[in-house]
């Protein structure tokens, strides 16, 4: 069943250009996330490499007085303790440090996508703010014309007051409503200045199209994240496992030293410059080992069981968008038929009134009538809008 809002139901066809859509967003908060990008870029990097331990640099310069004269001496020393060896865990970590960075990305990309879906749902209420302004004043002006009309019926008694009393009240509703209206827009145009440096009515709103359920659910970036995240607690939960298991070191020291006046005699086999290099196994025994261990094991079976309930409320709300959207397809539908109807009394009323029966009040309401649900309809199409951006929003090359 085609939707009367939807003319190609498979692909989204955005006005505004990708790159806006990004630039949508103030230049202070651009900055705020491309920041955190580069700083997750760096704490990524870093965690990867955290296993190789750093190559110490000593120099000392020593005096003595101990052999009747003050005797400096000078030492250079270069030494490294690396593990080389820990049944599987340095590749864990390195594997952990780079599921824990990507998830971290896709968690800054969200945000990213957060903002932009803020700004356009802004955009997208300020023009049916926009349409609802519209609206009122035409009913507004029915409401006069009613006003007038009950006023002469009651001048020539042919009703009573209670009729002119209602059309008063109507009006004044209508009138707060309107204010209540200006006061929201004035509100959104605020919340928009906080995320965005563009003035929000020399936009074009991107115009969204029904996306395919197998792309919403293949390509959603909380899936990926939450896919992340289920490998980074896999490797932490193999490296909480390996800190218990033997480790395997090498370790190395050179040292170029001055040798101590004792030890200086001619002939000495004593260097100046020499090594000393090693191995060593270490196998740390603690009480909290098992603990250590199932906790880390339990933190992954969380996070398996919490990446099938996303994927479960991602189906729900592609599922739940679709029946909002075939309602708003309904109102659409009812108020082409009522919009019908009106034209159709226009005609009516045009006719009456050329023959004397009907006066131009009453055409000029029915007439009134006929754009009002025209703006309905409009209204109704950016309530879709909204709908479907809230399918994107979270859709990677979507946004």
Same mark, same amino acid.
């Given at each position: 069943?085609?939707? *009367?809002?939807?003319?190609?139901?498979?692909?989204?066809?955005?006005?505004?250009?990708?790159?806006?859509?990004?630039?949508?967003?103030?230049?202070?908060?651009?900055?705020?996330? %491309?920041?955190?990008?580069?700083?997750?870029?760096?704490? =990524?990097?870093? *965690?990867?490499?955290?296993?190789?331990?750093? +190559?110490?640099?000593?120099?000392?310069?020593?005096?003595?007085?101990?052999?009747?004269?003050?005797?400096?001496?000078? $030492?250079?020393? +270069?030494?490294? /303790?690396?593990?080389?060896?820990?049944?599987?865990?340095?590749?864990?970590?390195?594997? !952990?440090?780079?599921?824990?960075?990507?998830?971290?990305?896709?968690?800054?990309?969200?945000?990213?996508? $957060?903002?932009?879906?803020? &700004? #356009?749902?802004?955009?997208?209420?300020?023009?049916?703010?926009?349409?609802?302004? &519209?609206?009122?004043?035409? @009913?507004?002006?029915?409401?006069?014309?009613?006003?007038?009309?009950?006023?002469?019926?009651?001048?020539?008694?042919?009703?009573?007051?209670?009729? !002119?009393?209602?059309?008063?009240?109507?009006?004044?509703?209508?009138?707060?409503?309107? #204010?209540?209206?200006?006061?929201?827009?004035?509100?959104?145009?605020? /919340?928009?200045?906080?995320?965005?440096?563009?003035?929000?009515?020399?936009?074009?709103?991107?115009?969204?199209?029904?996306? &395919?359920?197998?792309?919403?659910?293949?390509?959603? #970036?909380?899936?990926?994240?939450?896919?992340?995240? +289920?490998?980074?607690?896999?490797?932490?939960?193999?490296?909480? #496992? @390996?800190?218990?298991?033997?480790?395997? =070191?090498?370790?190395?020291?050179?040292?170029?030293?001055?040798?101590?006046?004792?030890? &200086?005699?001619?002939?000495? =086999?004593?260097?100046?410059?020499?090594?000393?290099?090693?191995?060593?196994?270490?196998?740390?025994? =603690?009480?909290?080992?098992?603990?250590? +261990?199932?906790?880390?094991?339990?933190?992954?079976?969380?996070?398996?069981? @919490?990446?099938?309930?996303?994927?479960?409320?991602?189906?729900?709300?592609?599922?739940?968008?679709?029946?909002? *959207?075939?309602?708003?397809?309904?109102?659409?539908?009812?108020?082409? /038929?009522?919009?019908?109807?009106?034209?159709?009394?226009?005609?009516?009323?045009?006719?009456?009134?050329? *023959?004397?029966?009907?006066?131009?009040?009453?055409? %000029?309401?029915?007439?009134?009538?006929?754009?009002?649900?025209?703006?309905?309809?409009?209204? !109704?199409?950016?309530?879709?809008?909204?709908?479907?951006?809230?399918?994107?929003?979270?859709?990677?090359?979507?946004?």
């Amino acid at each position: 069943m085609k939707k *009367l809002f939807l003319l190609s139901s498979i692909f989204i066809s955005v006005l505004m250009a990708e790159s806006e859509l990004s630039d949508i967003l103030s230049q202070d908060k651009s900055a705020l996330l %491309k920041y955190q990008n580069e700083q997750n870029s760096v704490q =990524s990097h870093q *965690l990867e490499n955290s296993w190789i331990n750093p +190559v110490m640099l000593q120099y000392s310069k020593n005096y003595s007085t101990q052999f009747g004269s003050t005797i400096d001496t000078q $030492q250079f020393i +270069v030494s490294v /303790d690396q593990p080389i060896f820990k049944m599987g865990g340095i590749w864990a970590a390195i594997k !952990y440090a780079k599921a824990q960075g990507k998830a971290n990305a896709l968690d800054i990309e969200l945000q990213k996508r $957060q903002l932009i879906s803020q &700004a #356009l749902t802004i955009l997208y209420n300020l023009k049916k703010a926009k349409l609802q302004l &519209a609206k009122l004043d035409l @009913t507004i002006q029915n409401d006069d014309l009613d006003i007038q009309i009950q006023k002469e019926s009651y001048e020539e008694g042919l009703t009573n007051r209670t009729l !002119y009393d209602q059309a008063l009240l109507k009006r004044n509703q209508d009138t707060t409503s309107k #204010l209540e209206i200006e006061l929201n827009i004035a509100k959104l145009e605020n /919340d928009f200045s906080l995320l965005s440096d563009h003035n929000p009515y020399a936009l074009t709103l991107p115009n969204f199209g029904m996306i &395919a359920q197998e792309r919403y659910m293949n390509e959603q #970036l909380e899936l990926q994240r939450d896919a992340f995240r +289920v490998e980074e607690k896999k490797e932490n939960k193999y490296m909480t #496992l @390996t800190k218990y298991l033997p480790e395997i =070191s090498i370790n190395g020291r050179y040292t170029d030293e001055d040798l101590n006046p004792l030890f &200086a005699a001619p002939g000495s =086999s004593i260097k100046e410059q020499y090594f000393n290099y090693g191995f060593k196994v270490t196998l740390p025994i =603690s009480i909290n080992s098992f603990d250590d +261990v199932q906790t880390a094991k339990i933190d992954y079976l969380n996070a398996q069981v @919490t990446l099938n309930e996303k994927k479960k409320t991602v189906a729900n709300n592609f599922t739940l968008a679709q029946k909002r *959207l075939a309602i708003i397809d309904k109102k659409i539908a009812l108020s082409k /038929d009522d919009m019908s109807h009106y034209e159709s009394m226009l005609g009516t009323a045009q006719d009456l009134e050329a *023959l004397g029966d009907r006066t131009a009040l009453d055409t %000029k309401i029915v007439g009134n009538n006929v754009k009002v649900r025209a703006l309905d309809q409009e209204i !109704y199409k950016l309530d879709a809008q909204l709908e479907l951006m809230g399918l994107y929003v979270n859709v990677s090359d979507a946004m």
